[in-house]
């Protein structure tokens, strides 16, 4: 390329992050490297171009002989390089640097054209097995493209084209940087893609301030594989099985009915079937059993406690901010909501514009335990939009565009929330964040965000809108809370499906859920397409949505997978198998011991999930009860933060030694008044006792070996009640009880 045709905006700006200059590890960090500074991933030219131009000893670039200019030397390793090679002589960065040097090193923003858009395709825009392949663009949410490679092809060339604002098109394939998601893939210098193993995985493109996520599968051949189509009725299935019929995977069978009655119970109710609510469904025989089961399900008030439970999870409702009397009053305000079928936007308008009394208004606890614009702001956008803003705080978020610009002016919406704080009868003076008392949530008239870099007031911003949002005196609140509720808003819908999908699923389409971007692409775009639209189209009803997928084949596949499906955990080809929640094993344990829970500063009898808060902090006198405490262990989050990721689900050395020999199994075992004292002294047939058990704990009748082995346990036993415990501490340690399948 001539000296006067290379440009430092789109030229050498790219060089540098192809090379990894401008990397956080490298001369991107805020302190840079070896005196050299540059911006983070290139997000400031113009600062770039002073650092490399106006190096004081005259060493960086040397326009009367380029070939000596450090620019040059170092990243190709003819002087030392703490960075390695980056690039070699012969290379087209090389060349490109050159050029740009020889030519005067000269800024051309006046008449460089602004990058307008990037598109990534295939080299023939087709995918390999013959199927087409939209290009993945940068400006067009939902196109990513979606290429399938099979076997025995293990390579896949990508090609990206850079479009200006001026309409000029430039094939950049060899100057975009390519950053592969998993190490299922690796991807060369040239975009060429190629199979480490088998599976499906992302590919970020990137070039100057544009980037893009390429989904890509490598799939065996699997010759002569078929997939008839699901039965017909649910466009779930359909787009679901699309899918799989592209990866060649045959999705598990429908699961029993036995497994059907138990996982449905715990995803809509969060409490497992009674033995005789089990027995019933299993042994009716009507075709239309299961979506008779689900209506009934979702009428009940269990659903509403349930998702109460979720979202006081992501609302931080917990003692220590919000006291005592403002959870209760929190929590019977969110259960009350989807006990009325609520729509889920309205539901998110009244805590957005929430204000007034934390005991009178109880939506205005949301803001209570958001002291500060900055945390308001990160946790609207997380919870209710799945957008996570937090790495745009301090530069440009690296993988999506929101800017700090953005950033700032979203917070603005939160600058003017106020408290009065009527009273506080704090217990710990030594705790500032502590508080016990009603208070007042107001907005003042005044009060902006400034930004850092320029320390002016951030003009409110609505995210992805380029205007500012409202008039001087227009309420901010009221403003957000009707943008966000707005049906047409294309966060809202999306963020709030995948998070349903989530609870039912066991797995997100977009995984993290609350981290949707066009990089972090959906496993199945379609899909969450399809769900959103349906949510808005059914006035954003939670039950509708969820009856819609309950009702699915896909929900409702077994959980062994097939010889196609050994390592998918991400697709739905089967249900995923995971570990009961906190509360629901709980409460399934003490249904099973038929022993009531005790929780510190809650009458007996109140169950796991019905607790409003974390734990009662204020009973200091008394320690922690067994079940606040096995909540604990098991991963009940203390709701500190706005994200779904606190509640730890894996499993630990202490849960296992917590269910084999943990003070509370020990008792619920040995107390008089629960299930083992009451078997012990049945004069029913012991296999009777044992069905009983079985339905009880694994909503199903033992098979004909266990019935066997179990009654001829307890019939030789000297001690029958010590026989039945064994027989309940085995039922609640098995890994069909502690899991959801």
């Given at each position: 390329?001539a000296?006067d045709?290379?440009?430092?905006r789109?030229?050498?700006?790219?060089?540098?992050?192809?090379?990894?200059?401008?990397?956080g590890?490298?001369?991107?960090?805020?302190?840079?490297?070896?005196?050299?500074?540059?911006?983070?991933?290139?997000?400031?030219?113009?600062m770039?171009?002073?650092?490399?131009?106006?190096d004081?000893a005259?060493?960086r670039?040397d326009?009367l002989?380029?070939?000596?200019?450090?620019?040059?030397k170092?990243p190709?390793?003819?002087?030392?390089?703490?960075?390695?090679?980056r690039?070699?002589?012969?290379?087209?960065?090389y060349?490109?640097l050159?050029a740009w040097i020889a030519?005067?090193a000269?800024d051309?923003l006046s008449?460089?054209?602004?990058?307008?858009s990037?598109?990534?395709?295939?080299?023939?825009?087709?995918?390999?097995?013959g199927?087409s392949?939209?290009?993945?663009?940068?400006n067009a949410?939902?196109s990513?493209?979606?290429?399938?490679?099979?076997?025995?092809?293990?390579?896949?060339?990508?090609?990206?084209?850079?479009?200006?604002?001026?309409?000029?098109q430039?094939?950049?394939?060899?100057?975009?940087?390519?950053?592969?998601a998993?190490?299922?893939?690796?991807v060369d210098?040239?975009?060429l893609?190629?199979?480490?193993?088998?599976?499906?995985?992302?590919?970020?493109?990137?070039?100057?301030?544009?980037q893009?996520?390429?989904?890509?599968a490598?799939?065996?051949a699997?010759?002569?594989?078929t997939l008839?189509?699901?039965?017909?009725?649910?466009?779930?299935?359909d787009?679901?099985?699309?899918k799989?019929?592209q990866?060649?995977?045959?999705?598990?069978?429908?699961?029993?009915?036995?497994?059907?009655?138990?996982r449905?119970?715990?995803?809509?109710?969060n409490?497992?079937?009674?033995?005789?609510e089990?027995r019933?469904?299993?042994?009716?025989?009507a075709?239309?059993?299961?979506?008779k089961?689900?209506d009934?399900?979702?009428?009940?008030?269990e659903?509403a406690?349930?998702?109460?439970?979720?979202?006081?999870?992501l609302?931080h409702n917990?003692?220590?901010?919000?006291?005592?009397k403002?959870?209760?009053?929190f929590?019977?305000?969110?259960?009350q909501?989807f006990?009325?079928?609520?729509?889920?936007?309205e539901?998110a308008?009244?805590?957005?514009?929430?204000?007034g009394?934390?005991y009178?208004?109880?939506p205005a606890?949301f803001?209570r335990?958001?002291?500060d614009?900055?945390s308001r702001?990160?946790?609207?956008?997380?919870?209710?939009l799945?957008?996570r803003?937090?790495?745009a705080?301090?530069?440009?978020?690296?993988f999506?565009?929101w800017?700090?610009?953005?950033?700032?002016?979203?917070?603005?919406?939160f600058?003017?929330?106020?408290?009065?704080v009527?009273?506080?009868?704090?217990?710990?003076?030594n705790?500032?964040h502590?508080?016990d008392g009603?208070?007042i949530?107001?907005?003042?008239?005044?009060?902006?965000?400034k930004?850092p870099?320029?320390n002016r007031?951030a003009?409110?911003k609505?995210l992805g809108?380029?205007?500012?949002?409202?008039?001087e005196d227009?309420?901010?609140?009221e403003?957000?809370a009707?943008?966000?509720a707005?049906?047409?808003?294309?966060f809202?819908?999306?963020?709030?499906?995948?998070?349903?999908?989530?609870?039912l699923?066991g797995r997100?389409i977009?995984?993290?859920?609350?981290d949707?971007?066009d990089?972090?692409?959906a496993v199945?775009?379609?899909?969450l397409a399809?769900?959103?639209k349906d949510?808005?189209?059914?006035?954003?009803s939670?039950r509708?949505?969820?009856?819609?997928i309950?009702l699915?084949?896909t929900y409702q596949l077994?959980?062994?997978?097939?010889?196609?499906?050994?390592d998918?955990?991400?697709?739905?080809?089967?249900?995923l198998v995971r570990?009961?929640?906190?509360?629901?094993?709980?409460?399934?344990a003490?249904?099973?011991?038929?022993v009531?829970p005790?929780?510190?500063g809650?009458?007996?009898g109140?169950?796991a999930?019905?607790?409003?808060?974390v734990?009662?902090?204020?009973?200091?006198?008394?320690?922690?009860?067994?079940?606040?405490q096995?909540?604990?262990?098991?991963?009940?989050?203390?709701?500190?933060?706005?994200?779904?990721?606190?509640?730890?689900?894996g499993a630990?050395?202490s849960?296992a030694?917590?269910?084999?020999?943990?003070p509370l199994?020990?008792e619920?075992?040995?107390?008089d008044?629960?299930r083992v004292?009451?078997?012990?002294?049945?004069t029913?047939p012991t296999?009777?006792?044992?069905d009983?058990?079985?339905?009880?704990?694994?909503?199903?009748?033992?098979?004909a070996?266990?019935?066997?082995t179990?009654?001829?346990?307890?019939d030789?036993a000297?001690?029958?009640?010590?026989?039945l415990e064994d027989?309940v501490w085995?039922?609640?340690?098995a890994k069909?009880?502690?899991?959801?399948?």
């Amino acid at each position: 390329m001539a000296a006067d045709e290379t440009s430092f905006r789109t030229d050498v700006m790219a060089v540098l992050s192809k090379s990894g200059c401008n990397q956080g590890v490298c001369h991107g960090n805020q302190n840079g490297k070896g005196g050299f500074r540059l911006s983070l991933r290139g997000q400031d030219a113009g600062m770039d171009l002073v650092q490399i131009v106006r190096d004081q000893a005259g060493r960086r670039i040397d326009v009367l002989n380029p070939a000596e200019s450090l620019l040059l030397k170092k990243p190709s390793m003819q002087v030392a390089h703490e960075g390695g090679q980056r690039f070699r002589t012969d290379s087209a960065e090389y060349t490109l640097l050159q050029a740009w040097i020889a030519g005067g090193a000269t800024d051309d923003l006046s008449s460089a054209a602004k990058l307008k858009s990037l598109d990534v395709t295939t080299v023939d825009a087709r995918s390999t097995d013959g199927a087409s392949a939209d290009s993945a663009s940068s400006n067009a949410a939902g196109s990513q493209l979606f290429a399938v490679v099979v076997e025995p092809q293990e390579t896949l060339q990508l090609r990206v084209i850079a479009t200006f604002e001026d309409g000029r098109q430039r094939d950049v394939t060899r100057l975009a940087v390519y950053d592969p998601a998993e190490r299922l893939v690796s991807v060369d210098h040239d975009g060429l893609v190629r199979r480490q193993s088998f599976g499906e995985t992302a590919v970020l493109v990137r070039y100057l301030q544009k980037q893009v996520a390429v989904r890509v599968a490598f799939v065996p051949a699997r010759a002569g594989f078929t997939l008839p189509d699901p039965p017909p009725g649910s466009y779930i299935d359909d787009l679901v099985w699309a899918k799989l019929r592209q990866l060649r995977i045959t999705p598990a069978a429908l699961c029993s009915d036995s497994v059907f009655v138990r996982r449905v119970y715990f995803d809509l109710l969060n409490i497992p079937p009674s033995a005789a609510e089990a027995r019933s469904f299993v042994a009716d025989g009507a075709a239309d059993k299961r979506e008779k089961l689900v209506d009934r399900l979702l009428a009940r008030p269990e659903f509403a406690t349930g998702w109460a439970l979720r979202w006081s999870d992501l609302l931080h409702n917990e003692e220590k901010t919000l006291d005592r009397k403002g959870v209760q009053a929190f929590h019977h305000w969110i259960e009350q909501s989807f006990a009325e079928g609520k729509p889920l936007n309205e539901f998110a308008r009244e805590l957005i514009a929430a204000r007034g009394s934390t005991y009178q208004s109880p939506p205005a606890n949301f803001y209570r335990a958001l002291r500060d614009p900055v945390s308001r702001s990160e946790a609207v956008a997380q919870v209710f939009l799945g957008v996570r803003l937090q790495c745009a705080k301090c530069h440009n978020h690296p993988f999506e565009s929101w800017t700090q610009d953005d950033y700032y002016r979203w917070a603005g919406f939160f600058a003017r929330v106020e408290y009065k704080v009527l009273e506080n009868k704090r217990k710990d003076d030594n705790d500032k964040h502590e508080f016990d008392g009603e208070q007042i949530v107001w907005m003042a008239r005044e009060g902006e965000v400034k930004d850092p870099r320029t320390n002016r007031a951030a003009t409110p911003k609505f995210l992805g809108e380029s205007k500012a949002a409202l008039a001087e005196d227009q309420d901010r609140l009221e403003a957000l809370a009707d943008w966000v509720a707005d049906p047409q808003n294309r966060f809202f819908a999306a963020a709030q499906t995948n998070r349903i999908w989530f609870h039912l699923l066991g797995r997100g389409i977009v995984e993290p859920i609350d981290d949707v971007r066009d990089t972090n692409p959906a496993v199945n775009p379609p899909l969450l397409a399809a769900l959103a639209k349906d949510l808005a189209a059914q006035n954003f009803s939670l039950r509708g949505l969820v009856r819609r997928i309950v009702l699915s084949r896909t929900y409702q596949l077994a959980s062994e997978p097939n010889e196609t499906s050994p390592d998918d955990d991400r697709n739905f080809s089967h249900a995923l198998v995971r570990r009961l929640s906190a509360e629901q094993l709980l409460d399934a344990a003490h249904r099973l011991a038929g022993v009531e829970p005790k929780f510190n500063g809650y009458p007996r009898g109140v169950g796991a999930t019905q607790v409003p808060g974390v734990i009662a902090v204020r009973t200091r006198s008394a320690a922690p009860s067994m079940d606040d405490q096995f909540l604990t262990l098991f991963g009940k989050p203390p709701r500190l933060l706005s994200c779904e990721c606190e509640r730890a689900t894996g499993a630990t050395l202490s849960q296992a030694f917590a269910m084999i020999s943990g003070p509370l199994i020990n008792e619920l075992l040995a107390r008089d008044d629960g299930r083992v004292a009451r078997l012990s002294a049945d004069t029913r047939p012991t296999a009777e006792l044992i069905d009983e058990l079985y339905w009880t704990a694994l909503a199903r009748a033992p098979s004909a070996e266990e019935l066997q082995t179990t009654c001829d346990y307890v019939d030789r036993a000297t001690d029958r009640r010590r026989a039945l415990e064994d027989v309940v501490w085995g039922l609640l340690n098995a890994k069909e009880f502690v899991l959801r399948r």
